[in-house]
């Protein structure tokens, strides 16, 4: 999400999003700097909290991304 800009190690709003349209690599290292700083969204994915993991990567305002990432989940671990 753009208000986690600075927790993913960027200073300004606009160097975030041009690295987001960039590729996911960039996408990726965002994610693990903001992993990094998040300590509650961590323990969350670690623990599979599916709804901390979407309250601490989205905020409050969610919707049902938590139930997105259980089915996800959910349906790579069948796969293996």
């Not at 961590?42 to 259980?70: Q, T």
Request: hydrophobic fraction near 30%; charge should be positive; aromatic fraction near 16%.
């Amino acid at each position: 999400m753009g208000f986690n800009y600075e927790s993913c190690g960027y200073k300004d709003l606009s160097s975030f999003l041009k690295d987001m349209k960039a590729n996911a690599g960039k996408q990726f290292n965002a994610f693990l700097q903001l992993c990094k700083k998040n300590s509650a969204l961590l323990s969350a994915m670690v623990n599979k909290e599916f709804y901390n993991m979407a309250y601490n990567y989205n905020g409050s305002d969610f919707g049902d991304y938590d139930v997105k990432i259980r089915r996800t989940y959910g349906s790579q671990k069948k796969g293996r």
